[in-house]
């Protein structure tokens, strides 16, 4: 059975992401968002419900009036109708026929009624067939026909008739009211009074609710009956809709042609055609609420600038605490890292020390042979001998200087530079620190690379730290005279996966899990626990994944999964 | 001295410091020969007569620790001083322990060296009487 371990992504891994300016500014928008959300609505809600009461309130009081006044309106209206139709009533029961006929009498009649009443015009008599028999008033109309018109027609059916205002022949407005009559012959005659508008003009015109407010009458076909304020002169048309049918004064919400919203009450005057309707535009509605909502706005808008400084000034100060923290944890891992690096050079060093000490032992030995031939020989050596000498101290000069530039290159503190790298020549970098001791331990590195393996755009610095842990672990696995088998393969598309496995003890599996964890060792006293931890960490930050299979007894192989990344042109 | 110069094993896996070392000790009156493997080395004492043997420590092959004991086993009288690198101390102490004359680090200095071959040449002449 083969034990496995693999690890993805882990948020905590990106060292960059975690110190970057947008990461910090989303949280401190999430935290100023999140609070400002659970302190301002509370208050939003509160405010515009106190709002929503006080605006009824308001609104009673603006329209409680309005209907209060509709109904006064069209209570007055309707006693003055009642008043003059009982008087033309009591005229045809008091006097006959015959004696309405009489011009003179109907004059006489005329004065009286308009000393007791006021707003009668005039006065005629009609016969059944629509003649105007007599005739009391300003014109000359006696004898007129009236048998076309339909308030005759109508004042046969119902007995009695209030017409729609009109202007009559001195262009004054006026309305006709009608009564019907037995003349006590078998026959009937009608009874018919023109009515001045000038009274009914006076008593529409009080209602109005002061300033904006406006009064007036509409017939049944919205014909202005008086003059308005706003909708014009008698017998213009109204453009509001029409009201429904009600006696009872209503109120309603409405707006004209214009988009002018009004709020309306209206009455209809029974046993007439007149609609009485009082007008308030809604701005007088929202005079007294529109200093009521300066003051509301005034307060909420501190109260939410109050509470968004505190809760910006809050989340700045908690979010720039997390931020230092999290510096901090990131240079404290950077130097761990560091450290872990130098740890991997130490280890190296032995190694290393050996490999320089040979050719500076040859340089040492040449040179003291060149010095010898020369103090010690009683002739000058030959040139071929002295050249010879001098090249193998140059060589040995240099494999010192390789040896050197390798190790500083290797040590050198890692600021993250991606570039294209070919993996190949880098793992075989890495094996090169660990050349000697191949060689002295027979132990035997294969590689297993394609033709052309596919070069990665990373971090040099740092993939070699993390091969170099790998295969130092692998080192240490291995007995003398073990194997050590590198391969590179490409995985899909835009990834290459590194293997490194090793013949050596192998991980148990109750530890397999562990072995990324930081402080976890199993060298007891040799290692710091931090190695593996840290290649995971930096394999997490160069976009990549490593993973582990193990077996006791039978090696342990490595995979490091890295995106190939955008390569250079 | 004059009459009998000292034969002198130089075993190293670095050919090149093996032969310079080889011409100035040989320049200096010993009669030093080369070889750059532990086998060889134990193929040249087991038919050539040897004073003292100069032996690196780390070699691919048969490593100088190994080289010695067998050394110790087969010849008894033999003087083996270790050439180790720098801080390998551990596999020079285990080398004392398995009879070792001395150790010395390298790079090494001619006169020191000189002077260890000495003793060690003397102390093979003390054991032999």
Not at chain 1, 461 to 481: H, K, P, S, T, Y
Request: aromatic letters at 6%; proline letters at 4%.
């Amino acid at each position: 059975m083969t034990n496995e371990v693999s690890l993805g992504p882990a948020p905590e891994g990106d060292q960059d992401l975690l110190v970057s300016q947008r990461r910090y500014r989303k949280m401190r928008i999430a935290a100023v968002l999140s609070v400002s959300i659970v302190a301002i609505v509370p208050l939003l809600i509160m405010t515009g419900v106190n709002a929503y009461q006080y605006q009824q309130a308001l609104r009673t009081e603006v329209t409680g009036p309005l209907v209060r006044f509709a109904a006064n309106g069209k209570q007055s209206l309707e006693s003055f109708l009642s008043e003059r139709l009982s008087a033309l009533a009591m005229v045809v029961r008091e006097r006959s026929y015959e004696e309405l006929r009489d011009s003179r009498q109907l004059n006489r009649v005329l004065v009286n009624l308009r000393q007791a009443f006021g707003g009668f015009v005039d006065l005629g008599v009609i016969d059944e067939q629509g003649v105007q028999v007599s005739y009391a008033g300003p014109y000359e109309l006696e004898g007129r026909s009236y048998s076309d018109y339909n308030w005759f027609h109508e004042v046969g059916v119902r007995g009695l008739y209030v017409s729609d205002v009109f202007m009559g022949y001195r262009n004054i407005p006026h309305f006709v009211i009608a009564i019907r009559q037995s003349t006590g012959a078998g026959s009937e005659f009608v009874l018919r009074a023109t009515i001045d508008t000038d009274v009914i003009n006076t008593l529409v015109g009080s209602l109005a609710v002061h300033g904006s407010g406006d009064a007036f009458l509409l017939n049944r076909e919205n014909i202005l009956q008086t003059a308005s304020r706003l909708y014009g002169d008698v017998l213009q048309r109204c453009p509001l809709p029409p009201f429904p049918y009600s006696t009872q004064a209503e109120l309603i919400e409405t707006e004209d042609e214009s988009g002018e919203s009004l709020i309306a009450s209206y009455a209809q005057i029974p046993r007439s055609p007149f609609t009485l309707v009082l007008l308030s535009p809604r701005s007088e509605l929202h005079a007294g609420w529109l200093s009521l909502r300066q003051d509301v706005l005034i307060f909420l808008g501190i109260s939410v600038l109050l509470t968004l400084a505190v809760v910006i000034g809050g989340s700045t100060y908690v979010v720039n605490r997390a931020r230092e923290a999290d510096l901090k944890r990131a240079a404290l891992y950077h130097k761990m890292e560091y450290t872990n690096k130098m740890a991997a050079i130490g280890r190296l060093g032995a190694g290393v020390a050996h490999e320089i000490n040979n050719p500076l032992a040859i340089i040492t030995e040449k040179a003291g042979l060149l010095k010898d031939l020369v103090m010690l020989s009683e002739e000058m050596p030959p040139r071929d001998k002295l050249i010879g000498l001098v090249n193998s101290v140059l060589k040995s000069a240099d494999r010192c200087g390789g040896i050197t530039h390798r190790l500083l290159g290797f040590a050198k503190h890692m600021e993250v530079q991606r570039e294209t790298i070919d993996l190949d020549v880098l793992l075989q970098e890495v094996l090169g620190f660990l050349e000697k001791e191949a060689v002295y331990r027979d132990i035997h590195v294969d590689f297993a690379f394609p033709e052309e393996p596919p070069a990665v755009v990373s971090d040099r610095g740092q993939l070699q730290q993390v091969f170099l842990n790998i295969v130092n672990n692998a080192f240490a696995a291995v007995e003398d005279g073990g194997h050590i088998q590198i391969g590179i393969q490409e995985v899909g598309k835009g990834a290459v996966a590194v293997s490194i496995a090793d013949d050596g003890v192998g991980i148990p599996e109750e530890s397999l899990s562990h072995i990324f964890d930081p402080f976890f060792t199993t060298k007891k006293g040799a290692g710091t626990g931090l190695g593996l931890s840290i290649t995971y960490g930096i394999v997490q930050k160069l976009g990549g994944q490593v993973s582990v299979e193990s077996k006791v007894g039978e090696g342990t192989c490595f995979t490091v999964t890295l995106p190939t990344g955008q390569a250079f042109p | 001295m004059e009459a009998e110069a000292l034969r002198i094993l130089i075993v190293d896996d670095e050919e090149e410091l093996v032969s310079a070392v080889e011409e100035r000790l040989n320049l200096r009156g010993f009669q030093a020969h080369g070889v750059t493997t532990g086998t060889a080395a134990l193929e040249y004492l087991a038919d050539k007569p040897c004073d003292v043997v100069l032996l690196d420590v780390k070699m691919p092959g048969l490593g100088g620790l190994e080289v010695i004991k067998r050394i110790k086993e087969e010849h008894p009288g033999l003087e083996v001083i270790l050439l180790t690198g720098h801080g390998s101390a551990q596999d020079a102490d285990r080398g004392m322990q398995l009879g070792a004359f001395d150790y010395v680090m390298k790079p090494v200095k001619i006169d020191v060296l000189v002077r260890l071959l000495l003793s060690a040449a003397e102390r093979k002449d003390k054991g032999d009487v």
